[in-house]
């Protein structure tokens, strides 16, 4: 049996999601016709009190393009040093947007106004505009951390005494509205560009979606089309997200206890020394002295179990419903009594 957990992006449509995306009415959506298209960035739009949504490939477009929508070259995006948009895309605001990125050093990724306000620029004439904030929600590197509205609060208002822009980087939004109790509703007064993504815990195929306002959004359709961006018959993957929204959240909190069961047992292991407090779907652990990571992904990989080295002393597991209890049983059974012993 291969239980993976390197990461959410793993998981494969089930018969239902296959039927809707198989009878989904589509039509071009470049030419703005495709009806299903059009039903899932409403339907999102909606459910975050947002005026409007764009449907893309990726995380990374959708985060790319509000970053290109909210700044200006030689602008500054201020950021957690471990977010995927600085570390994971490729270098795409200095390639995109020509802005440079100021780093925080954030608690588990999670950024506060105090952190925040004294890495903002004044005016002079050779500093970069701080122009945007970008959060990331949950934070894949703080091991699934993840912000609630009491916390985004106080920054938005910071954002709007100094006149930025703020995004979220909604990788794993729903798992953490799951953890916070939330509602996806209140988000809308808060941000100016929310990326939705529907391929990880959720479990559609392909694709994010950028919500914003309906200016926002009309900008960000050509810097789609500039990206290669534009679809076709995009109704197709459009349906998968739906039936995502309708069918796949509620599962998410099994994830979160699946999550904690495993780091549980990674904490009585003598070949781990930490593991970061679990909140959502996200287990990172920190190796013993002695054992390298990848050691241990070796291993768990020969008894079946998949994980990832995310660094010189982390490894990563992420469940997801593709994982069941009978998995996260043998799993733990495979973590146990796996046995390894340190370099000399």
């Known amino acids: 049996m291969k239980i993976d957990l390197r990461s959410d992006t793993v998981t494969v449509p ?25 039903a899932l960035e409403h339907k999102l739009a909606a459910l975050f009190n947002m005026e409007a949504g764009l449907f893309c490939p990726s995380g990374t477009m959708t985060n790319q393009i509000a ?5 200006n070259p030689m602008d500054e995006v201020i950021c957690d040093q471990g977010s995927h ?5 490729r270098g795409g605001i200095a390639y995109h947007s020509m802005a440079s990125v100021r780093l925080i050093n954030g608690i588990r990724g999670i950024l506060t106004p105090e952190l925040i306000e004294p890495e903002i620029n004044e005016e002079n004439i050779h500093y970069p505009n701080s122009s945007l904030v970008v959060l990331e929600n949950t934070m894949n590197k703080g091991g699934g951390a993840c912000y609630s509205l009491s916390q985004i609060e106080p920054i938005h208002t910071l ?6 822009k703020l995004h979220m980087d909604g990788a794993r939004i729903f798992n953490a509205l799951t953890a916070t109790g939330d509602h996806a509703s209140a988000y809308g007064q808060y941000f100016d560009g929310i990326s939705v993504c529907l391929s990880k815990g959720l479990g ?12 926002t959004i009309k900008e960000a359709i050509k810097i789609r089309k500039a990206f290669g961006g534009g679809m076709r018959q995009a109704g197709f993957l459009a349906a998968a997200g739906i039936y995502a929204l309708d069918h796949n959240i509620p599962k998410l909190a099994l994830d979160h206890q699946h999550a904690k069961a495993l780091a549980d047992a990674l904490s009585k292991v003598s070949y781990v020394s930490s593991v970061l407090p679990v909140e959502t779907n996200i287990v990172v652990f920190e190796v013993a002295k ?9 291993h768990l ?23 069941s ?15 390894l012993s340190a370099h000399k």
Do not use: Q, W
């Open 14 to 38: 089930d018969g239902g999601m296959l039927e809707a995306m198989m009878t989904a009415k589509v039509g071009d959506d470049v030419f703005g016709e495709d009806e299903t298209v059009h």
């Open 204 to 215: 559609a195929p392909v694709g994010s979606v950028l919500l914003g306002s309906k200016e």
């Open 290 to 298: 002695g054992i390298k990571p990848e050691s241990v992904v070796h």
């Open 159 to 164: 954002c709007n005494i100094k006149e930025m």
């Open 67 to 71: 970053i290109k929508c909210f700044t």
């Open 85 to 89: 948009v600085y570390r994971y895309e």
């Open 325 to 339: 209890e009978e998995m996260i049983d043998r799993a733990i059974e495979n973590i146990i009594h796996l046995h």
């Open 301 to 323: 990989a020969e008894s079946g179990v998949l994980c990832n080295a995310t660094g010189p002393k982390t490894v990563r597991m992420v469940t997801h419903l593709n994982i």
